[in-house]
């Protein structure tokens, strides 16, 4: 059994021990979006949808239940859960989109003089360590810490440990707490040199100014953590006397680099979901400041993958569904058709490529890389009287894509290649038009991944089986297969390098704008 949860709600699934997929449920969670660059989910109503979805999944019976031998764990990434001494979690989980930290990771990573916004001596003394340092963005988990700390003391005192999502839904499984090599990375309070042996750094938990006691102990994510325990197992639906194994896991980055079948050395996937990314596992560690790239320990023991995140993919067409076309209000025009992605499929395929030179902005919640800019905002460029909603939606797919060839020409300039084609998984690769787009605008053969939205039950379901035996990661690339691939169509060539070059331009004239009216985001 895999778990794997995402931001918009957790998925259950079931796995053959060869990694072939028998069945899943899924259940919404809400995210609360704050004031002041908040983001927070409820961990009970994560644990209890985790619950609900295996209890639906269990009561089809696909598989006899005593054939269950593991459950293993995925998640959304770069997220803190403060939890006391039984367990219990303090606070509500902060998420991957904070950035109420900032303040106080300006500070502990400032000084003079300032490269890309960090202090000289702050660079060199992190970038060897880890291969990162902490964003200036206030996303990553120390971040969230130091916001609790400066800002929540009593939750910072209470709490017992600081754990990612994945982890803790471990500690609801075991009672145990652990982190994972790859989980607790964005902490950046690890010595990353040597994979072997991952460990706690004192001199940057001296600077960072985090308690060494409140951080759990550090295992690999192919290890078993413990037994499932009969609470756990009743809640879930599984028998309480049958001994289950609960393998680490992962985070969501790095399953879904195992689950796309992509684990060769510089064999890249492009990932579509609520965020996108695009990397590949790399032999050795290296550091890129300028486009806040880095690479850190990957789900495969003793192998680095590369580090980024844009922010805003398949959130981009939720917001056009959700907040457009189907606001829940009383001028709103009702809930949204259950088929509305294959209706924007239909309606951008009528359109034009490059969509009457309509432009739009993915930067609906900031951005990582290739840049990180927290100010930064998205919308519609170029908008006239002849716009129509073909061109709108189409434009929409065509945003995120030129926000993939951003990043693709820095990572393609990280590991000194180019990628001879690229695996695509997420949701968003469910779309033959989506898919097609990015090869038009990337330049690159797109492989459509057979079951896409599963490559991250899917990587977890190969990292269990790895674990206990089943599998080896050599074996992996035979177990994913390829359902389509995307070729470039070189008439839409032109069209797309001149509209990517000034989607770039239009962020470099208009940084400052942001900047001022977001300042206080």
Same mark, same amino acid.
């Given at each position: 059994?895999?778990?794997?949860?995402?931001?918009?709600?957790?998925?259950?699934?079931?796995?053959?021990?060869?990694?072939?997929?028998?069945?899943?449920?899924?259940?919404?969670?809400?995210?609360?979006?704050?004031?002041?660059?908040?983001?927070?989910?409820?961990?009970?109503?994560?644990?209890?949808?985790?619950?609900?979805?295996?209890?639906?999944?269990?009561?089809?019976?696909?598989?006899?239940?005593?054939?269950?031998?593991? &459950?293993?764990?995925?998640?959304?990434?770069?997220?803190?859960?403060?939890?006391?001494?039984?367990?219990?979690?303090?606070?509500?989980?902060?998420?991957?989109?904070?950035?109420?930290?900032?303040?106080? @990771?300006?500070?502990?990573?400032?000084?003079?003089?300032?490269?890309?916004?960090?202090?000289?001596?702050?660079?060199?003394?992190?970038?060897?360590?880890?291969?990162?340092?902490?964003?200036?963005?206030?996303?990553?988990?120390?971040?969230?810490?130091?916001?609790?700390?400066?800002?929540?003391?009593?939750?910072?005192?209470?709490?017992?440990?600081?754990?990612?999502?994945?982890?803790?839904?471990?500690?609801?499984?075991?009672?145990?707490?652990?982190?994972?090599?790859?989980?607790?990375?964005?902490?950046?309070?690890?010595?990353?040199?040597?994979?072997?042996?991952?460990?706690?750094?004192?001199?940057?938990?001296?600077?960072?100014?985090?308690?060494?006691?409140?951080?759990?102990?550090?295992?690999?994510? &192919?290890?078993?953590?413990?037994?499932?325990?009969?609470?756990?197992?009743?809640?879930?639906?599984?028998?309480?006397?049958?001994?289950?194994?609960?393998?680490?896991?992962?985070?969501?980055?790095?399953?879904?680099? @195992?689950?796309?079948?992509?684990?060769?050395?510089?064999?890249?996937?492009?990932?579509?979901?609520?965020?996108?990314?695009?990397?590949?596992?790399?032999?050795?560690?290296?550091?890129?400041?300028?486009?806040?790239?880095?690479?850190?320990?990957?789900?495969?023991?003793?192998?680095? $993958?590369?580090?980024?995140?844009?922010?805003?993919?398949?959130?981009?067409?939720?917001?056009?569904?959700?907040?457009?076309?189907?606001?829940?209000?009383?001028?709103?025009?009702?809930?949204?058709? /259950?088929?509305? $992605?294959?209706?924007?499929?239909?309606?951008?395929?009528?359109?034009?490529?490059?969509?009457?030179?309509?432009? $739009?902005?993915?930067?609906?919640?900031?951005?990582?890389?290739?840049?990180?800019?927290?100010?930064?905002?998205?919308?519609?460029?170029?908008?006239?009287?002849?716009?129509?909603?073909?061109?709108?939606?189409?434009?929409?797919?065509?945003? &995120?894509?030129?926000?993939?060839?951003?990043?693709?020409?820095?990572?393609? /300039?990280?590991?000194?290649?180019?990628?001879?084609?690229?695996?695509?998984?997420?949701?968003?690769?469910?779309?033959?038009?989506?898919?097609?787009?990015?090869?038009?605008?990337?330049?690159?053969?797109? /492989?459509?991944?057979?079951?896409?939205?599963?490559?991250?039950?899917?990587?977890?379901?190969?990292?269990?089986?790895?674990?206990?035996? $089943?599998?080896?990661?050599?074996?992996?690339?035979?177990?994913?297969?390829?359902?389509?691939?995307?070729?470039?169509?070189?008439?839409?060539?032109?069209?797309?390098?001149?509209?990517?070059?000034?989607?770039?331009?239009?962020?470099?004239?208009?940084?400052?704008?942001?900047?001022?009216?977001?300042?206080?985001?």
């Amino acid at each position: 059994m895999t778990v794997d949860l995402g931001t918009s709600g957790p998925k259950v699934s079931l796995y053959s021990v060869h990694a072939q997929s028998i069945g899943n449920e899924f259940v919404d969670t809400p995210v609360q979006l704050l004031d002041g660059g908040g983001a927070q989910q409820d961990p009970d109503t994560w644990w209890s949808a985790i619950c609900e979805a295996s209890r639906r999944l269990l009561a089809r019976e696909l598989v006899p239940i005593e054939n269950i031998v593991a &459950v293993c764990c995925t998640s959304q990434w770069s997220g803190t859960v403060a939890v006391d001494q039984d367990g219990k979690h303090l606070h509500d989980a902060i998420i991957w989109m904070d950035s109420r930290g900032a303040p106080y @990771v300006r500070k502990i990573t400032g000084g003079f003089p300032k490269v890309s916004g960090y202090g000289l001596g702050a660079l060199a003394k992190w970038l060897p360590i880890t291969g990162g340092i902490p964003g200036l963005s206030g996303k990553d988990p120390i971040a969230h810490i130091l916001f609790l700390k400066h800002e929540r003391p009593d939750v910072y005192r209470r709490t017992f440990k600081f754990l990612e999502p994945k982890d803790y839904l471990n500690l609801r499984m075991t009672g145990l707490c652990a982190a994972s090599y790859d989980s607790i990375a964005l902490h950046w309070v690890t010595d990353n040199r040597d994979l072997a042996k991952v460990r706690y750094h004192p001199g940057l938990l001296r600077r960072s100014g985090v308690d060494p006691a409140k951080l759990p102990e550090l295992k690999r994510s &192919v290890d078993v953590l413990g037994d499932l325990t009969p609470t756990a197992a009743l809640e879930l639906g599984l028998p309480e006397q049958q001994q289950i194994r609960v393998v680490m896991g992962t985070p969501d980055l790095h399953s879904a680099a @195992v689950g796309s079948g992509a684990v060769q050395d510089y064999a890249g996937h492009l990932y579509l979901g609520t965020s996108s990314w695009l990397t590949c596992h790399m032999p050795f560690k290296k550091t890129d400041v300028a486009t806040n790239m880095t690479t850190l320990p990957s789900a495969i023991p003793e192998r680095y $993958f590369i580090a980024n995140e844009q922010e805003s993919a398949g959130a981009c067409l939720k917001y056009v569904r959700d907040s457009i076309l189907f606001p829940d209000d009383e001028l709103g025009s009702g809930p949204p058709p /259950k088929d509305y $992605f294959a209706i924007f499929d239909s309606m951008a395929a009528a359109a034009p490529a490059g969509s009457n030179r309509l432009i $739009f902005l993915p930067w609906l919640y900031g951005e990582r890389t290739p840049i990180e800019d927290h100010t930064v905002r998205g919308g519609f460029y170029n908008q006239s009287l002849q716009t129509k909603r073909e061109h709108m939606f189409r434009a929409v797919l065509e945003g &995120v894509a030129f926000n993939s060839r951003w990043l693709l020409g820095a990572v393609e /300039k990280f590991i000194k290649r180019p990628f001879e084609a690229i695996h695509m998984i997420g949701g968003g690769a469910n779309s033959d038009v989506w898919c097609q787009i990015h090869a038009d605008v990337l330049n690159r053969p797109m /492989k459509q991944v057979e079951d896409p939205i599963q490559a991250n039950s899917r990587g977890a379901a190969c990292l269990a089986a790895v674990a206990l035996g $089943f599998m080896r990661f050599d074996d992996l690339s035979e177990r994913v297969r390829i359902q389509k691939t995307f070729t470039p169509n070189p008439d839409h060539r032109i069209v797309y390098d001149s509209l990517f070059q000034e989607f770039v331009r239009i962020y470099k004239a208009n940084r400052k704008i942001y900047a001022r009216l977001n300042h206080h985001a």
